[in-house]
């Protein structure tokens, strides 16, 4: 039965048909109730006599039932008082039943849910909606070849716009020429006549208006997904770089590190133009800004930054990591690996006035053959640049130049002599003679083969601290591995082999103390003259190979010291050992160890332990010693990978203090690399053809080019397209059709 008191809490909002259709079958309501006062009134009899009467027990009053559903609040019977005179209640009755109102809400009750009066009025609604979704699934078609049009160009890192769009140009840009392609495998005419020169459709979908709001809606789709990995992970670690870029404009980008599904990901969040204002407070209001704009709040565990080596971002006073550490205390600083290692080389050539000046030599000569198409064809292979910021591609270089050594020497004799047939001027042969006569300086030869060596040792690591899974104990192993080598090298048969390797080359070499100097003394001694400086005692050649020896080790010791320097903090993530998988079976046997390193973690990132160290350690136990565990962990052979079998075996909640700091160590971020990768874009992108883009564009078309593989993985979703046209349609109004009427 359907109470009065449900009926009068419907009237505040119109009744759909199908729910007056449910009141209908359940039938009106007729409680058995007294009065107040001394009128009494059989209801009973009423009931019978009236099929529209009904009652509210808890009001004591009667109700026009069909009143109640069809014209509410319009009589006393469907007021939300209802009738409270007794004394004149036949009079109300036959005023009631004669009334417009009351007529029409019966005869309403008796057709509804035999004949849909709207639907037998609308018939006309019912075909024109038709029309109207016929229309909306026909642009829909048109709008999927645009964005699939879109999505295949900024994947690519390709741009949008041409020269010139009109109808008359031989290449109107890529964005159109491909929707031209599309349209040519496609039986549509709508989609064929889009792209047509004389179409008078009035929505073509190819102004750069449409191309940007395309471009946003695709950027809005994948930012949410990143929005919502944010929110759902237990850490996230901050990771900040600049870079200016070919319009001299410097850009900051803002990514974040964390660990979704038992795995790491780093997102880009914003890229920004600092060029204004570089210094530490503004960039850090930038970075905040960022993470805000992503939905990361104070109350969000940041439990890592990591940047360059910048005083205004690393410094201990006033500076960005300073002030992120005040909002959010648990994120440590961590500064790049990738930059320290490139640091301790790049201190030999700071330190090492005769090393600088090796490498500088190194940079001339390929610049000397790389400056010219006709000297580069002299060689059988051009000679690689080297970066003035990656300082560690100086290695290529190095390797290049030793391999091509005899080759190299001999194209700048052809260059220099004055017998050559070419047409070169006089100071190309001038430089030319002067890297000749530097690269056949047996000390130059003599460092070629020693930093061959050195950048051979490090490749390796250089490799290793590119990547995204980074082990601060397979990086601590790394660098005590490279220490030693060093320190292998320094020694008297290393520097035989690479004497031995340079007079390979002896013929090349210039003798300038046999030669001038020679002449010089032999001229003063037949003046007379005895020189103040006696001559060394042993020959030219062993005075040579002592200074060599001196030098070797000078750079060999300059290395270690800037290891040892730069990477003695990195003692500060050893607990990372603890999930290590081929260290379980020491710490099963090493309590001692175990009880250290939980002590480590305590120290540095006190959240993760609080008060429940004894459990982390029965954790810790259980995972070292639980042979069927050992068993399903089989194939994890670093902390990455465990955590990926942890999460596919479901064990987050039977361990959850060891799943929650093993997330914790991959969320800790140790280099900025990826904010590298988004700098390697931003170059491909914004170019010198390019350069006047608006920096929201740039962003936009930079960001979707580096989350390419989350782009992918969204666009391989059945709704990801009518996500992105609802997207469209509800930006603003649209000439065009695109959503479904119901």
């Given at each position: 039965?359907?109470?009065?008191e449900?009926?009068?809490?419907?009237?505040?909002?119109?009744?759909?048909?199908?729910?007056?259709?449910?009141?209908?079958t359940?039938?009106?309501?007729?409680?058995?109730?007294?009065?107040?006062?001394?009128?009494?009134?059989?209801?009973?009899?009423?009931?019978?006599?009236y099929?529209w009467?009904?009652?509210?027990?808890?009001?004591?009053?009667?109700?026009c039932?069909?009143?109640?559903?069809?014209?509410p609040?319009?009589?006393?019977?469907?007021s939300?008082r209802?009738?409270l005179?007794?004394?004149?209640?036949?009079?109300?009755?036959?005023?009631?039943?004669?009334?417009?109102?009351?007529?029409?809400?019966?005869t309403?009750?008796?057709l509804?849910?035999?004949?849909?009066?709207?639907?037998?009025?609308?018939?006309?609604?019912?075909?024109?909606?038709?029309m109207?979704?016929?229309?909306v699934?026909?642009?829909?078609?048109?709008?999927?070849?645009?964005?699939?049009?879109?999505?295949?160009?900024v994947?690519q890192?390709?741009?949008?716009?041409?020269?010139?769009?009109?109808?008359d140009?031989?290449?109107?840009?890529?964005?159109?020429?491909?929707?031209?392609?599309?349209?040519e495998?496609?039986?549509?005419?709508?989609?064929?006549?889009?792209?047509?020169?004389?179409?008078?459709l009035?929505f073509?979908?190819?102004?750069?208006?449409i191309?940007?709001?395309?471009?946003?809606?695709?950027?809005?789709?994948?930012?949410?997904?990143?929005?919502n990995?944010?929110?759902?992970?237990?850490?996230?670690?901050?990771?900040?770089?600049?870079?200016?870029?070919?319009?001299n404009?410097s850009?900051?980008?803002v990514?974040?590190?964390?660990?979704?599904?038992?795995?790491?990901?780093?997102?880009?969040?914003?890229?920004?133009?600092v060029?204004?204002?570089r210094?530490?407070?503004?960039?850090?209001?930038?970075?905040?800004?960022?993470?805000e704009?992503?939905?990361?709040?104070?109350?969000?565990?940041?439990i890592?930054?990591?940047?360059?080596?910048?005083?205004n971002?690393?410094g201990?006073?006033?500076?960005?990591?300073?002030?992120?550490?005040?909002?959010?205390?648990?994120?440590n600083?961590?500064h790049c690996?990738?930059?320290?290692?490139a640091?301790?080389?790049?201190s030999?050539?700071?330190?090492?006035?005769?090393?600088?000046?090796?490498?500088?030599?190194?940079?001339?000569?390929?610049?000397?053959?790389?400056a010219?198409?006709?000297?580069?064809?002299?060689?059988?292979s051009p000679?690689?640049?080297?970066?003035?910021?990656r300082?560690l591609?100086?290695?290529?270089s190095?390797?290049?130049?030793?391999?091509?050594?005899?080759?190299?020497?001999?194209?700048?004799?052809?260059?220099?002599?004055?017998?050559?047939?070419?047409?070169i001027?006089?100071?190309?042969?001038?430089?030319?003679?002067?890297?000749?006569?530097?690269?056949?300086?047996?000390e130059?030869?003599f460092?070629?083969?020693?930093f061959?060596?050195?950048?051979?040792l490090?490749?390796?690591?250089?490799?290793?601290?590119?990547?995204?899974?980074?082990?601060?104990?397979?990086?601590?192993?790394?660098?005590a591995?490279?220490?030693?080598?060093?320190?292998?090298?320094r020694?008297?048969?290393?520097?035989?082999?690479?004497?031995?390797?340079?007079?390979q080359?002896?013929p090349y070499?210039?003798?300038?103390?046999?030669?001038?100097?020679?002449?010089?003394?032999?001229?003063l001694?037949?003046s007379?003259?005895?020189?103040?400086?006696?001559?060394?005692?042993?020959?030219?050649s062993?005075?040579?190979?002592d200074k060599?020896?001196?030098?070797?080790?000078?750079?060999?010791?300059?290395?270690i010291?800037q290891?040892?320097q730069?990477?003695?903090?990195?003692e500060?993530?050893?607990?990372?050992?603890?999930?290590?998988?081929?260290?379980?079976d020491?710490?099963?046997?090493d309590a001692?160890?175990?009880?250290?390193?939980?002590?480590?973690l305590?120290?540095?990132?006190?959240?993760?332990?609080?008060?429940?160290?004894e459990?982390l350690?029965n954790?810790?136990?259980?995972?070292f010693?639980?042979?069927?565990?050992?068993?399903?962990?089989?194939?994890a052979?670093?902390?990455?990978?465990?955590?990926?079998?942890?999460?596919?075996?479901?064990?987050?909640d039977?361990l959850?203090?060891?799943?929650?700091?093993?997330?914790a160590?991959?969320?800790?971020?140790?280099?900025?690399v990826?904010?590298?990768?988004?700098?390697?874009?931003?170059?491909r992108i914004?170019?010198?053809?390019?350069?006047?883009?608006?920096?929201?564009?740039?962003?936009?078309?930079?960001?979707?080019?580096i989350?390419?593989?989350?782009?992918?993985?969204?666009s391989?979703?059945?709704?990801?397209?009518?996500?992105?046209?609802?997207?469209?349609?509800s930006?603003?109004?649209?000439?065009?059709k695109?959503?479904?009427r119901?």
């Open positions: 039965m359907a109470t009065v449900e009926l009068i809490n419907l009237q505040n909002s119109p009744l759909s048909y199908a729910k007056k259709i449910e009141l209908k359940k039938g009106r309501d007729k409680p058995i109730f007294t009065f107040e006062g001394r009128r009494k009134c059989n209801l009973s009899v009423q009931y019978q006599k099929e009467l009904t009652g509210c027990p808890i009001r004591k009053t009667l109700f039932f069909p009143c109640l559903i069809f014209k609040k319009t009589t006393v019977f469907s939300t209802g009738l005179d007794l004394a004149n209640f036949s009079n109300h009755v036959k005023r009631h039943i004669k009334s417009p109102t009351h007529l029409a809400a019966i309403s009750l008796k509804i849910g035999k004949v849909r009066i709207d639907e037998m009025l609308n018939e006309e609604f019912k075909t024109l909606r038709n109207h979704n016929e229309e699934r026909k642009n829909r078609e048109m709008m999927r070849h645009h964005i699939k049009a879109a999505l295949f160009l994947c890192g390709l741009s949008f716009r041409g020269h010139s769009e009109s109808t140009s031989p290449n109107r840009g890529n964005f159109i020429e491909l929707i031209k392609l599309l349209s495998f496609s039986s549509d005419p709508l989609i064929k006549n889009c792209v047509s020169p004389d179409h008078s009035p073509s979908g190819l102004s750069p208006d191309q940007n709001d395309l471009i946003k809606c695709l950027y809005d789709q994948v930012r949410g997904e990143i929005e990995r944010i929110k759902g992970a237990p850490f996230i670690s901050i990771i900040a770089d600049d870079t200016t870029d070919i319009s404009t850009q900051m980008a990514s974040v590190r964390l660990v979704h599904n038992g795995s790491v990901f780093e997102h880009l969040i914003d890229l920004v133009n060029s204004a204002d210094s530490a407070n503004n960039l850090a209001c930038v970075i905040c800004e960022s993470l704009s992503v939905g990361v709040t104070k109350n969000t565990s940041v890592g930054q990591s940047y360059d080596g910048a005083s971002m690393m201990k006073h006033n500076s960005v990591q300073t002030k992120i550490k005040e909002i959010w205390p648990s994120a600083f961590v690996y990738a930059h320290k290692w640091l301790v080389a790049q030999v050539s700071k330190n090492i006035p005769l090393v600088s000046i090796f490498f500088g030599f190194l940079q001339n000569l390929t610049t000397f053959f790389r010219s198409p006709k000297r580069a064809s002299m060689l059988s000679l690689p640049l080297a970066s003035t910021t300082w591609t100086r290695g290529k190095v390797c290049a130049i030793s391999s091509k050594y005899c080759e190299i020497f001999n194209v700048l004799e052809n260059i220099s002599s004055e017998s050559s047939a070419c047409s001027d006089c100071y190309t042969r001038a430089e030319a003679k002067g890297l000749r006569y530097q690269l056949g300086n047996c130059n030869v460092l070629l083969f020693f061959r060596k050195v950048f051979a490090s490749d390796m690591m250089t490799k290793k601290l590119q990547g995204v899974m980074i082990d601060p104990a397979e990086i601590s192993s790394k660098v591995d490279y220490r030693a080598n060093l320190c292998e090298l020694s008297e048969v290393s520097f035989q082999t690479f004497v031995e390797e340079a007079k080359y002896e070499f210039f003798n300038h103390e046999k030669r001038v100097p020679q002449i010089n003394e032999q001229h001694l037949d007379g003259y005895t020189p103040s400086r006696p001559k060394p005692s042993s020959s030219s062993q005075f040579e190979k060599l020896k001196r030098l070797m080790y000078e750079i060999i010791d300059t290395l010291f290891l040892d730069r990477f003695e903090n990195i500060s993530l050893q607990w990372i050992k603890l999930f290590q998988p081929s260290r379980f020491v710490l099963k046997a001692f160890e175990v009880v250290r390193l939980v002590n480590e305590k120290k540095h990132h006190p959240d993760l332990v609080q008060e429940e160290e459990k350690r954790e810790l136990h259980i995972l010693t639980d042979s069927d565990l050992r068993v399903a962990l089989g194939e052979n670093d902390p990455s990978t465990l955590l990926k079998q942890m999460h596919s075996l479901d064990l987050c039977a959850p203090l060891v799943s929650k700091a093993l997330m160590s991959q969320t800790i971020a140790l280099t900025s990826t904010c590298e990768r988004t700098f390697s874009v931003l170059r914004k170019t010198y053809l390019r350069s006047t883009m608006t920096q929201e564009r740039m962003k936009q078309l930079v960001f979707l080019s989350e390419t593989s989350l782009l992918k993985h969204l391989g979703e059945c709704s990801f397209v009518d996500t992105i046209i609802d997207k469209f349609a930006m603003k109004d649209r000439q065009v695109l959503l479904y119901k």
